[in-house]
């Protein structure tokens, strides 16, 4: 891709900072399958204590960490529910029915936030006819919400739902770290609530690669299989875990600029006449309808302006902010936003 370009697309482009570099190539390493890399396991502890959860398991990315995650709560012909939107139903390629041999129930809640009052009609009861609903799965931020996120006020409820009915709870935490800048709640206190945390390193914390799936010790000495059944054991992973306590140490305090120039970008669409609506913006991720034509016209022009960004449907179009823009870029784009 052309340097000049702007590149909003996702905040999955973005390349490792000098800083992230120099930690990575002195990073200490051994074979990890055979439990020997000390760095895996020093971002494996780092993320236990962060989120107050027994053990974790590193792994190449979200889609694997959730995937192993389900199918540790399932049995065949179990019953997954989520939301329409959910990345594990959506963007998963259908594993959850390759996987795990579950079925899905499929809810919809505003912008992907499912709560109580959505949840407990879709639990099915103890019927030959049904599958058993045995796994909620969450999603913070929602991705097709425009980075709608979850507070934890909200996800207290259903936690207690899924207490009384005997059901798992797992969050995709794609993007957690920017839910957390939003709401201002405590990584901390996660652990009360979930069975299973997905956490991603390679989106807004700027980590090229690599998700850790946190759960109880029995729960993860069960993925750790899994995840070698699935081709997942890596052996030196020593040098990307590196990249990814970096950037515990270094980039979350920074999402919050983030989420500013999000807020820009979107008051810019705002005010021009080729888009009908922006998405109320809460952390990097803006989703805008346009207001006539198609999406992927509006991304084209855009393209040819030297701003990359994608559809999300045949009339909404998604733009990601991340560390690899600066104040500057953000300018730019909101000139050529203004300007199309």
């Known amino acids: 891709m052309n340097n000049n370009f702007l590149d909003f697309r996702s905040d999955t482009v973005t390349k490792p900072t000098a800083g992230m570099l120099d930690a990575m190539m002195s990073a200490k390493v051994g074979d990890d399958v055979f439990g020997e890399d000390e760095t895996v396991a020093a971002l ?19 889609t694997m960490t959730n995937q192993i995650a389900i199918k540790c709560f399932t049995q065949p012909m179990d019953e997954v529910i989520c939301d329409q939107t959910a990345h594990v139903y959506r963007y998963e390629i259908g594993g959850i029915a390759f996987h795990s041999g579950a079925s899905v129930r499929l809810l919809h809640g505003e912008r992907g936030i499912l709560t109580p009052e959505l949840i407990e009609p879709e639990i099915n009861e103890d019927n030959i006819h049904y599958p058993n609903s045995s796994l909620v799965v969450l999603e913070n931020t929602v991705n097709k919400g425009g980075g709608k996120c979850y507070d934890l006020t909200q996800i207290a409820p259903i936690h ?40 991603c390193l390679s989106k807004g914390l700027g980590a090229p690669v690599g998700s850790v799936l946190l759960g109880s010790k029995d729960m993860i000495r069960k993925a750790r299989k899994l995840r070698k059944a699935f081709g997942g054991g890596m052996r030196q992973a020593g040098f990307l875990a590196a990249a990814g306590i970096y950037a515990l140490d270094h980039h979350v305090e920074r999402l919050k600029e983030d989420h500013q120039h999000a807020h820009a970008l979107a008051t810019a669409l705002l005010s021009t006449k080729y888009v009908l609506s922006v998405l109320p913006v809460e952390t990097n991720i ?32 998604r733009l990601v902010t991340h560390l690899d823009l600066s104040p500057a870029m953000i300018d730019r784009a909101i000139e050529i936003i203004l300007h199309l």
């Open 160 to 199: 207690h739902l899924c207490n009384i009915k005997g059901l798992k709870l797992h969050l995709d935490g794609a993007r957690i770290f920017n839910a957390l800048a939003k709401t201002g709640d405590q990584a901390h206190d996660y652990g009360k609530y979930f069975d299973g945390i997905s956490v």
């Open 286 to 317: 803006v989703i805008f309808e346009v207001a006539a034509g198609t999406a992927e016209k509006v991304v084209q022009q855009l393209k040819e302006k030297g701003l990359y960004c994608g559809t999300t449907s045949a009339s909404t179009v």
């Open 44 to 62: 494996e502890e780092k993320l236990c204590n962060i989120f107050n959860m027994e053990a974790g398991l590193f792994c190449p990315s979200g």
